[in-house]
């Protein structure tokens, strides 16, 4: 008898902890339908990897005279900041598209594969903000009050777009 509820106990001890892992704690993860389609279409990420924004960088000098208004020197500034940027950024991007294209290659196939380009995809994502934060530190010396407003209020609608929106990831053969 001692023997039978050392073993009910040892049971209960164990399978209690592997059970409490899951959402509904009955050792079901809530997907059900696990490789089927998901009936909405590709469900979004509400905090994505990585944002199109991240990959594809500032606007282009003259875009960026167009909307923000630049005089003919901000502009000139302006190129220079972003040329910097461009430089100093362009391996990252490269690496962050190139790690697009892994976990792309990987879905559906290999879960460990994915986590590890996902986790490299946010190391990277990292960086390109922090370089994004730099760069805008940069702009409020070059930008007058009125455009430092417009040009927040800009991004701020460009970051909420793109988390909104997930990466387009490359189609192979094209």
């Not at 792309?104 to 934060?133: C, F, H, N, P, T």
């Not at 070059?142 to 209020?153: A, F, G, I, V």
């Not at 701020?156 to 192979?172: G, H, L, W």
């Amino acid at each position: 008898m001692r023997l039978f509820l050392a073993a009910v106990f040892l049971l209960l001890s164990v399978a209690r902890p592997v059970l409490a892992q899951y959402p509904d704690g009955m050792g079901n993860d809530g997907e059900f339908e696990r490789g089927k389609p998901h009936p909405e279409g590709v469900p979004v990420r509400s905090n994505p990897v990585i944002t199109s924004v991240e990959l594809e960088g500032p606007l282009h000098p003259e875009e960026f005279a167009r909307i923000f208004s630049l005089s003919a020197d901000q502009t000139k500034e302006y190129a220079q900041v972003f040329d910097s940027f461009t430089v100093a950024t362009n391996d990252t991007r490269d690496a962050a598209r190139h790690r697009m294209e892994q976990l792309s290659a990987a879905l559906g196939k290999d879960s460990a594969a994915v986590d590890y380009y996902r986790e490299r995809i946010k190391e990277l994502a990292k960086m390109l903000r922090d370089a994004q934060s730099k760069l805008d530190e940069r702009l409020k010396k070059l930008l007058n009050k009125e455009q430092q407003k417009q040009y927040k209020d800009w991004r701020k609608k460009e970051d909420d777009a793109a988390r909104q929106a997930p990466v387009r990831r490359p189609i192979k053969g094209s």
